[in-house]
C-alpha cells in the first residue's frame, strides 16, 4: 500500500505524519513551531523530509495559502506566515513526486473520500476557527477556480460598512461566523469590549440569557451563509469543521436552511476527522494524482 | 450541420427557432404568449413540435425552472409559470431526442461556446431583468449541484430583514440587484413609492443628483454581490446579461471588484448575445449532448 508523508503548514504550527492509502496514520504525529522567516521554514520542510523520505512514496502538503492549479506551489499567502513563503517550487524539496493543496480543500477531500461526506459528489466544508476556511467539492473534483484560489467564504453580509474583515474588504462571512466573529457580536451585544469567545460560550452553557442570544445571533449568521452557499451549489451536505464547529448545532441548521433555500434539501453535519483532515486529505490527494499518472 | 428546434420557455413569453451547430439561427423567431394552464402550455409545445419537428435532429428546450441533471424535466417551477408545469418528462413531446435546461444556464452556456467569455473555463453568467438569474461554469462544465438546481442567486446582503425577497426569504442579492431592486432602492431612497426603474434611469441620464445616488447604490450592492461570487469562484469572467445589464459600468465593476477580492483578477463583461442566448445555448448543449452519446 502507498505511504505519503503529510505536511500540515498553518501560520502558528506545521505537523507532520506517515499517512497510507486508507487515510490511516501509520507513524506518531510531529509538531513543530512554524518559523516566522521564508529561510526556517524551508529549514524545517527540509528536515522533516530528510527524516522520513526514505519511508514514503509521495511527499504531500496541507497549507495555509491558495494553491495553483498545478499543485506544485504557492499562489498567496495569508498574511499569517510569512510574507515570501510562496515563492518555493515545492517539487524542488525532495526527489519523491510532491504535491501541495490548500488545507481546507484537503480537509474537504479528507471528509469527501472517508469522512461526514462520504459518498456525496457536492458538498462544502467550511472551517470555522479563528478565521473561515472554505472547500468545496462540485461532482466529485475539488473547485479550484482559473488560478486555484477558489473556496474563499469572503462574501457580503451586510452593505452598510459595519466590521472589517481581516481580508481588508467590509462585512464578509468570515468576519460574523468565525471565533473572531463570535467576539465581535459579544463585544457589540455586551458592550464589554473585553468579552471573551470563552465568556460567551461558558455564559451560554450557564443559561445566561444574553450570552444565549449573542450565541444565537452567531450562529444565524452562519445560518445566513449557509443559506446562500446552498442556493449556489445545490450540494448534498455542507460539513463545518474547526475549533468553532462543536459548539453549533447542526440539527438546528440543517431545519432552517431547508426551510429558506430555493434549491433542494440538503444536511448540514459536523466533520469526522477533525485535527489531521488537512493531513490525510492532502495525501490521499497525492495518491490519487500520482497514481494518475503514472 | 446538425440543427435543433430551440424553444425558450419565460413566464410570458415562449420563443422558437432553428439553430444549427455554429449556434447561429437559420430560421424565423416565433413568439407566443406563455399560456397560464399545464394543458396550455404542453398544447404550445406540441403544436411548434409538430411544426418543425421535421427539419432538424434535436428539439431543446431553454425554459425557467430548475432542470433536472439528466436533463429531462423540470425539478421546480419559479413561481411565473403554471404550478404543474413541472411534471412532464419533455422526451415525450416528439420522436426526436428532446434536451432541457434551465434558461440561465443555457444563456451562460451560449455565451461560453460563442460569446463573452469564450475561450473562459471559469465564469458566472448574471442575467439581470425583473429578477436575477444565474449560470456558472466551472472548467468548461455547467455547475448542476445534486439535482441541478444550482446557479440560484438567492444569497444574503443583509442580516436584518430590511427586503423580502420573491423567493420568500430575506435580503437576497436578486432583491437588490435586480431591475425590482433598483425600483426599491428608489423608493427608499427618494420616499417616492411611485418612482419607476425608468425614472431613476432617466434622471441619472439628465444627471439628476439624487437619481445618480440611487442609481450608485444599486451598482454598489451589484458590485458586493459579485465580490463574494468572485472569492467563492475564482472565475475568469463575469458576464451581465438581461435588461438591466445596459446600464452598468463593467469597467467600474472590474476595477472595484479586483480591488476587494482576495482571489486572482478577473473581468466584468456584457453578453455578448442578449436575447436569443437561451435558445442558442439550448441548441449547443443538445448537440453536445447527443452527439457525446450516439
Redesign the interface.
Given at each position: 500500500m502507498k505511504k505519503v508523508l503529510a505536511i500540515d503548514v498553518g501560520g502558528t504550527k506545521i505537523y507532520n505524519a506517515i499517512v497510507n492509502a486508507n487515510g490511516e496514520l501509520v507513524s506518531d504525529v510531529e509538531k513543530h513551531s512554524t518559523p516566522s522567516s521564508y529561510d526556517d521554514i524551508i529549514k524545517t520542510f527540509r528536515t522533516i523530509i530528510s527524516n522520513y523520505e526514505n519511508q514514503v512514496d509521495y511527499i504531500a502538503f496541507s497549507t495555509c495559502g491558495?494553491v495553483n492549479n498545478t499543485n506544485t506551489g504557492i499562489?498567496g499567502s495569508?498574511g499569517n506566515i510569512a510574507k515570501d513563503y510562496p515563492k518555493t517550487d515545492f517539487r524542488s524539496l525532495s526527489n519523491k513526486p510532491v504535491f501541495v493543496e490548500n488545507d481546507a480543500n484537503c480537509a474537504a477531500w479528507a471528509e469527501y473520500e472517508i469522512g461526514a461526506s462520504k459518498g456525496?459528489?457536492?458538498s462544502i466544508m467550511l472551517t470555522l476557527g479563528t478565521g473561515v476556511g472554505?472547500g468545496?467539492i462540485?461532482?466529485g473534483?475539488l473547485?479550484?477556480?482559473?488560478?486555484?484560489?477558489?473556496?474563499?467564504?469572503?462574501?457580503?453580509?451586510?452593505?452598510d460598512k459595519h466590521r472589517k474583515c481581516t481580508?481588508?474588504?467590509w462585512d464578509?462571512?468570515e468576519i460574523?461566523a468565525s471565533g473572531n466573529g463570535l467576539r465581535l457580536t459579544g463585544v457589540e451585544m455586551s458592550k464589554n469590549p473585553d468579552i471573551t469567545t470563552y465568556d460567551i460560550i461558558e455564559g451560554k452553557n450557564k443559561s445566561d440569557k444574553l450570552m444565549q442570544e449573542i450565541f444565537n445571533r452567531w450562529q444565524?449568521?452562519i445560518l445566513?451563509?449557509l443559506?446562500?452557499?446552498a442556493?449556489?451549489?445545490?450540494?448534498?451536505v455542507i460539513v463545518l469543521s474547526g475549533s468553532m464547529a462543536q459548539f453549533v448545532d447542526t440539527d438546528y441548521l440543517t431545519d432552517k436552511v431547508n426551510g429558506?433555500?430555493?434549491?433542494?434539501p440538503?444536511k448540514v453535519v459536523k466533520a469526522s476527522l477533525e485535527n489531521y483532515a488537512g493531513m490525510i486529505g492532502a495525501a490521499l490527494l497525492a495518491i490519487r494524482s500520482f497514481n494518475g499518472k503514472s
Amino acid at each position: 500500500m502507498k505511504k505519503v508523508l503529510a505536511i500540515d503548514v498553518g501560520g502558528t504550527k506545521i505537523y507532520n505524519a506517515i499517512v497510507n492509502a486508507n487515510g490511516e496514520l501509520v507513524s506518531d504525529v510531529e509538531k513543530h513551531s512554524t518559523p516566522s522567516s521564508y529561510d526556517d521554514i524551508i529549514k524545517t520542510f527540509r528536515t522533516i523530509i530528510s527524516n522520513y523520505e526514505n519511508q514514503v512514496d509521495y511527499i504531500a502538503f496541507s497549507t495555509c495559502g491558495a494553491v495553483n492549479n498545478t499543485n506544485t506551489g504557492i499562489l498567496g499567502s495569508t498574511g499569517n506566515i510569512a510574507k515570501d513563503y510562496p515563492k518555493t517550487d515545492f517539487r524542488s524539496l525532495s526527489n519523491k513526486p510532491v504535491f501541495v493543496e490548500n488545507d481546507a480543500n484537503c480537509a474537504a477531500w479528507a471528509e469527501y473520500e472517508i469522512g461526514a461526506s462520504k459518498g456525496f459528489s457536492n458538498s462544502i466544508m467550511l472551517t470555522l476557527g479563528t478565521g473561515v476556511g472554505g472547500g468545496i467539492i462540485v461532482d466529485g473534483k475539488l473547485l479550484k477556480g482559473k488560478n486555484g484560489a477558489a473556496g474563499e467564504m469572503h462574501f457580503k453580509m451586510r452593505l452598510d460598512k459595519h466590521r472589517k474583515c481581516t481580508c481588508g474588504a467590509w462585512d464578509c462571512f468570515e468576519i460574523y461566523a468565525s471565533g473572531n466573529g463570535l467576539r465581535l457580536t459579544g463585544v457589540e451585544m455586551s458592550k464589554n469590549p473585553d468579552i471573551t469567545t470563552y465568556d460567551i460560550i461558558e455564559g451560554k452553557n450557564k443559561s445566561d440569557k444574553l450570552m444565549q442570544e449573542i450565541f444565537n445571533r452567531w450562529q444565524n449568521d452562519i445560518l445566513a451563509g449557509l443559506v446562500g452557499l446552498a442556493n449556489i451549489f445545490d450540494p448534498d451536505v455542507i460539513v463545518l469543521s474547526g475549533s468553532m464547529a462543536q459548539f453549533v448545532d447542526t440539527d438546528y441548521l440543517t431545519d432552517k436552511v431547508n426551510g429558506e433555500i430555493v434549491t433542494t434539501p440538503l444536511k448540514v453535519v459536523k466533520a469526522s476527522l477533525e485535527n489531521y483532515a488537512g493531513m490525510i486529505g492532502a495525501a490521499l490527494l497525492a495518491i490519487r494524482s500520482f497514481n494518475g499518472k503514472s
